[in-house]
């Protein structure tokens, strides 16, 4: 998540939005790496649900940092968005929880 | 949910892990409905963040849910899946929110 990357990313967004069918493949590829996390932390031993859910809130907080990080000033690092939205989800998961 | 219902979704899984394609078909679908979720609850003044947790839950509750329902004996309702498989998830997502 360099500098370079992110004017990558700027155009590709501008791309995938106007068209469909990469729009597609894109929640394809999520879904795909969001499979994949859930079978490496169930292959390591987690139960099969809170792999799925943990694959699930990290794959939304990955995106929900990407989204934040591109509408951020252009010398922006990454990871701290990656932090702030994997903690703002984990705060409203803890709200979810409460019957 | 009916049994009618179970015995035509019992069908669709098997030509659905036999064809990558219509597999495809139902990542997107299920993309769609998450996105569909998120957008109806921000609309109702839910805050983004929690509205597109809150969907990916929900459907993952759903999925879980359908699939335990679909191992289960011909005779069980639906609607306990899903009640236990929200409830599964809502404890898992309790453990998370610990850092």
Redesign the interface.
């Known amino acids: 998540m360099t500098p370079q990357r992110r004017a990558a990313a700027s155009r590709r967004i501008l791309i995938l939005t106007a068209d469909s069918e990469l729009h597609?493949r894109g929640?394809?590829k999520?879904?795909r790496i969001t499979s994949s996390i859930a079978d490496a932390l169930h292959e390591r031993g987690v139960d099969d649900?809170?792999a799925?859910?943990?694959a699930?809130?990290g794959l939304?907080a990955f995106r929900?940092a990407f989204e934040r990080w591109m509408k951020a000033g252009e010398d922006e690092p990454f990871p701290p968005f990656a932090v702030t939205a994997l903690n703002?989800?984990?705060?409203?998961?803890?709200?979810?929880?409460d019957?």
């Open positions: 597609e929640q394809l999520y879904a649900l809170t799925q859910l943990a699930n809130l939304l929900v703002d989800l984990r705060t409203r998961a803890a709200q979810f929880s019957p």
